[in-house]
Each structure stands twice: as structure tokens, then as C-alpha cells.
């Protein structure tokens, strides 16, 4: 994913998004936007996006992992590029982001794998 630019926002940080940017990495320019629009539904995301990534019977950095491979086989763009930066501010190393593509390679196939694989050689350069 050389040379690409994401529209997400990713880059802009703002106040009351810290506990969202720590869990997945960024937060799109869309969930900004809700806080104003929306504020009951932002409100709700952002309880139930705490009790996805908090610490339980797997860590937060497990949880990356399967979100890194669950994303790379949508080939989903910004959530691979989100989970990936999370998981690089949580320690993970870039072995464990390409056993975990492997995985995602074994259910998904090789797109899945190259396309996650690409993204893990910009975020983990």
C-alpha cells in the first residue's frame, strides 16, 4: 500500500477520541463527524468499543491480531491501515502480523494474505 493517501483522518487527533485512537489505531473523519450528528450513537459505539478491546480472556493485542487478519480478508483498506497502526503502538511485531495473515491467507486466500502483507511492509518499516 506504497504511495497511497487515506482520506480517513487518521492523522487529525482530537480531544475525547484518545481511548478510540488507543484502541484501534485511528478514528475515521466519519465517527468525528457523529459526535456533532449523532451523540447519542457515537456515545454507544464508543461504550461498546471499549468492552470489545479491553483486556479478557484474550489481551488487546490477540484481538488485534484477529482484527489485522479479519480486516485483510475483507480487504478492507482503512480498517487494515486502523488495526495495523493499533497494533504497532501495542508492540506487536511484524512476525506475529504475518503469522497472523497466514491465517487469514488459509481462509480467505492469497489475495487476502498479499493485500495485508503489502499494508504490514509500509506500517512496520
Same mark, same amino acid.
Given at each position: 500500500?506504497?504511495?497511497?493517501?487515506?482520506?480517513? !483522518?487518521?492523522? /487529525?487527533?482530537?480531544?475525547?477520541? %484518545?481511548?478510540?485512537?488507543?484502541?484501534? !489505531?485511528?478514528? &475515521?473523519?466519519?465517527?468525528?463527524?457523529?459526535?456533532?450528528? $449523532? &451523540?447519542?450513537?457515537?456515545?454507544?459505539?464508543? %461504550?461498546?468499543?471499549?468492552?470489545?478491546?479491553? $483486556?479478557?480472556?484474550?489481551?488487546?493485542?490477540?484481538? %488485534?491480531? =484477529?482484527?489485522?487478519?479479519?480486516?485483510? +480478508?475483507?480487504?478492507?483498506?482503512?480498517?487494515?491501515?486502523? /488495526? =495495523? /497502526? !493499533?497494533?504497532?503502538?501495542?508492540?506487536?511485531? #511484524? @512476525? @506475529?502480523?504475518?503469522? +497472523? #495473515?497466514? *491465517? +487469514?491467507?488459509?481462509?480467505? !486466500? =492469497? &489475495?487476502?494474505? *498479499?493485500?495485508?502483507?503489502?499494508?504490514?511492509?509500509?506500517?512496520?518499516?
Amino acid at each position: 500500500m506504497t504511495e497511497k493517501t487515506h482520506t480517513c !483522518g487518521c492523522h /487529525q487527533e482530537t480531544g475525547g477520541m %484518545k481511548e478510540l485512537e488507543k484502541n484501534i !489505531g485511528h478514528v &475515521p473523519v466519519f465517527f468525528r463527524g457523529l459526535a456533532k450528528s $449523532d &451523540p447519542s450513537m457515537h456515545e454507544a459505539i464508543l %461504550k461498546l468499543d471499549n468492552y470489545i478491546w479491553a $483486556d479478557g480472556a484474550l489481551s488487546r493485542k490477540q484481538k %488485534k491480531l =484477529m482484527a489485522i487478519a479479519i480486516a485483510a +480478508a475483507m480487504r478492507d483498506d482503512h480498517a487494515l491501515h486502523a /488495526q =495495523m /497502526q !493499533g497494533a504497532k503502538k501495542l508492540g506487536v511485531t #511484524l @512476525e @506475529e502480523v504475518e503469522e +497472523a #495473515l497466514r *491465517v +487469514a491467507f488459509m481462509l480467505a !486466500g =492469497m &489475495p487476502s494474505y *498479499v493485500y495485508g502483507k503489502t499494508e504490514a511492509a509500509e506500517i512496520f518499516k
